[in-house]
């Protein structure tokens, strides 16, 4: 094993694998593991070793292999993915009248006859929680 260029120690780096024993995501508590587990290492990212960081980098690749292979969005647009989070906040056309404007608005908006603003993505973004470039 060739030492990394970001001073990663092969051994400690090893030793940290064989503690850890991080392998390919297969279930839904699997990832919400590991991503508490990447939340408590975001939250000491300064104080982590090279191999700590190296680590955090491995599992951010596992998480997002997970989430692409079971919450791929592709194909979708930005009306069917409004949608979409519209059912799974239990949210209603109305319920995005102050956000979007009228209610003509809202009904061309979620039914994708009319394109999303940026300044209306904005907006689902922070009711969501999601980033903007979701509705973009």
């Known amino acids: ?8 120690d092969p051994k400690r780096y090893g030793r940290l694998l064989a503690r850890r024993l991080p392998s390919v995501i297969r279930s839904e508590e699997e990832n919400q593991r ?14 982590l070793s090279p191999e700590e960081r190296e680590y955090a980098d491995l599992l951010t690749v596992l998480v ?3 989430e692409e292979r ?7 647009t ?9 059912d799974e906040h239990g949210l209603r056309q ?5 956000t979007l ?10 039914n994708g006859k009319r394109a999303i ?12 929680h999601v980033s903007a470039d979701l509705f973009l």
Request: avoid cysteine; glycine fraction near 8%.
């Open 101 to 110: 404007g009228s209610r003509g608005i809202v009904s061309e908006v979620v």
């Open 34 to 47: 590991l991503i508490a587990e990447l939340q408590g290492l975001d939250e000491r990212y300064d104080e």
């Open 78 to 86: 930005p009306a069917t993915r409004l949608r979409s989070l519209m």
């Open 1 to 8: 094993m060739k030492k990394a260029t970001l001073g990663v």
């Open 64 to 66: 997002e292999a997970f």
């Open 70 to 76: 079971n919450y791929a969005l592709g194909g979708s």
């Open 117 to 128: 603003s940026k300044t209306q993505a904005k907006k689902l973004a922070v009711l969501f």
């Open 94 to 98: 109305r319920d995005l009248l102050e």
